[in-house]
């Protein structure tokens, strides 16, 4: 195992690349949808979301063909997640990841489609025979999985932020509309990662809760500041468009200033946790300050 960080993150960008390419080879692969899929799920993007998973796993000793699964299960929700987000009918973006959209590049039907088939393809992969897992810890996280997504989960939270124009005032309720929107994947995340560690224990279940919620809020007020800041260049996708569209942010409710501190704040808190979890934490540690820190 190397400490070099940049060796470890394209080491697992290409590892879960091609774990997802892979599954999506199937009796699909000469149909226009998987042309679709392909188009929105692969060849682009950081993996934040997988590389937390293997990240933990570097503190657990997970096998890394179980990291696997779970990586690319969140990888393909969270694309389909993406391609609905872009829908005319929701936020309306025709760029994303530096490319036209998946409704811009193909067309609306087919993008509804390729999201919908992304997802049903995240639970396959969980109840695939090569998950090697007790079939207990599959239901837990197949409940929770479903849990997280559904219509109390991240659908509830894209439901109100469409509604979001300017008619949330104040600050709880806007943290609670990320959190379904983007906190509980990332909760699922710390979550499972440490539900398929051979060995577990109520304090670092505690710790690695209480890390990926802050973790949540630092994403998505890291998107807010972004959005804010950015360039369509840059960033891979359109800017601006929170102000645009009068959404309320962690900036247009506090202003940037405030919102920096705020995220602050909640990394030196994550810092904190992290600092206080045993095993070899080298690469979580890197990986969150480079998601605290990133430019796109």
């Not at 929770?144 to 939270?157: D, E, H, Q």
């Not at 959005?227 to 601006?240: F, H, I, P, R």
Request: glycine residues 6%.
């Amino acid at each position: 195992m190397t400490n070099n960080f940049e060796l470890w993150v394209k080491t697992h960008q290409d590892r879960i690349e091609s774990f997802m390419m892979r599954c999506l080879q199937t009796d699909m692969s000469d149909s226009i949808i998987y042309d679709v899929c392909k188009y929105s799920s692969l060849g682009g993007g950081k993996r934040f979301r997988a590389l937390l998973v293997y990240a933990i796993g570097e503190i657990t000793h997970t096998d890394k063909l179980i990291l696997d699964h779970i990586s690319a299960s969140i990888e393909f929700i969270h694309a389909y997640s993406l391609i609905h987000d872009d829908l005319p009918s929701m936020d309306n973006d025709d760029l994303r990841r530096g490319k036209p959209t998946c409704h811009i590049k193909f067309n609306e039907a087919q993008a509804i489609l390729s999201g919908d088939g992304l997802q049903s393809l995240a639970f396959q992969i969980l109840s695939l025979p090569s998950l090697k897992i007790d079939d207990q810890k599959k239901i837990k996280i197949f409940h929770s999985l479903s849990k997280t997504i559904g219509i109390n989960g991240m659908v509830k939270g894209q439901s109100l932020d469409i509604e979001n124009t300017l008619k949330i005032g104040k600050i709880e309720e806007l943290e609670k509309l990320q959190e379904l929107k983007t906190g509980l994947l990332f909760n699922f995340i710390g979550s499972s990662s440490y539900l398929v560690a051979d060995k577990t224990n109520e304090e670092t279940i505690q710790k690695i809760t209480n890390l990926f919620s802050l973790l949540g809020k630092v994403y998505q007020i890291s998107d807010d500041i972004l959005d804010y800041e950015s360039n369509d260049e840059v960033l891979g996708k359109t800017t601006g468009k929170d102000k645009k569209d009068n959404k309320l942010t962690y900036v247009s409710l506090l202003g940037i200033s405030e919102a920096k501190k705020i995220n602050s704040n909640y990394f030196t808190q994550i810092e904190k946790i992290i600092n206080s979890i045993s095993g070899n934490t080298i690469f979580l540690k890197e990986l969150i300050t480079k998601i605290y820190q990133r430019a796109h």
